[in-house]
């Protein structure tokens, strides 16, 4: 119903990709169908085609200028398209557009914003030193660049896309909140195959063409993502993981040693601090909202 609403603003079809769903989805989309036919198009797979697979199938079916996607456990806010289809309208240098969101529970309560205030365009080597921090159910993009996300054969995360989107020049950000992000929702993909997430980022920043960036700053990318391990596994109190992934980001990175050691401290110290300084905040101020940083 949240894109349902968009329709007042601009012209759109809503493709919706039942991936052999075993709850009420089937039910649900087909009362709406009957309502908004000229609006929705339907497609449930007999056999599971994965998030990738879902994903790939239905921008093939896409017939707009624009593609935007929205997660299934995520809403829009109003005005969300008028905003991003008048900036790429306006700006033919930006291949997609992306905004803030209001970050809520599983109950629906509010609890923070994705992110802090952040530049208005930013570059794949941003993109690379900050780590997956743009929100995916925020993204609309030139229907021209989907043929590069379809040559994807193997399973990939939205930082994957992100990626590639940069490489045909300068992303957009909105800072406004556009989207509504349900924070570990029972489908989620990171609450539930972690460790497959952890994979596919990897190979994320392996898919990116040296010839497009600055190197040094994928070298801050995989510090940052090495951090990311080194966080997870003081929560869970295992070096398993850390076990697992340091020498393969050693293996993989073009960097020494000892340089990709001092990012990682690096990255270690700033976010750690900046985590420490949101929980004194909050505890002094005496509210229960914490800061978050998302990435």
Known sequence: MSVLAQAEDVSLEILVGDDFSDDETEQIVQILVGKYLKKIRYFRHNERKGPSGNYQFLIRQARGKYIAHLDGDDYWLPGKLRAQTQLLDQNPECPAVYSNAL?????????????NRLSERI????????GNFLNNSSMLYRASLRDQILEIEEPFIDYRIHLRHARYGTLAYLNEAF????VASSTSMIFHLNENVRELYW?????????HIVLHDLGLGMAEFLRMIIFRSIRLKSWSLIQKWWPRIFIGSPFG???????????VIRIGFLETIGTVCARISGSRIKVLYWH
């Open 123 to 130: 570059n794949i080597n941003a993109l690379l030193r900050r």
């Open 257 to 267: 040693r000892w340089k990709m050691i001092y990012w990682t401290l690096l990255a």
């Open 203 to 211: 190979e994320s920043l392996n898919d990116v063409p040296i010839n």
């Open 103 to 115: 970050v809520v529970n599983k109950l629906g309560i509010a609890c923070g914003i994705f992110n």
């Open 179 to 182: 989207v509504v992000y349900r």
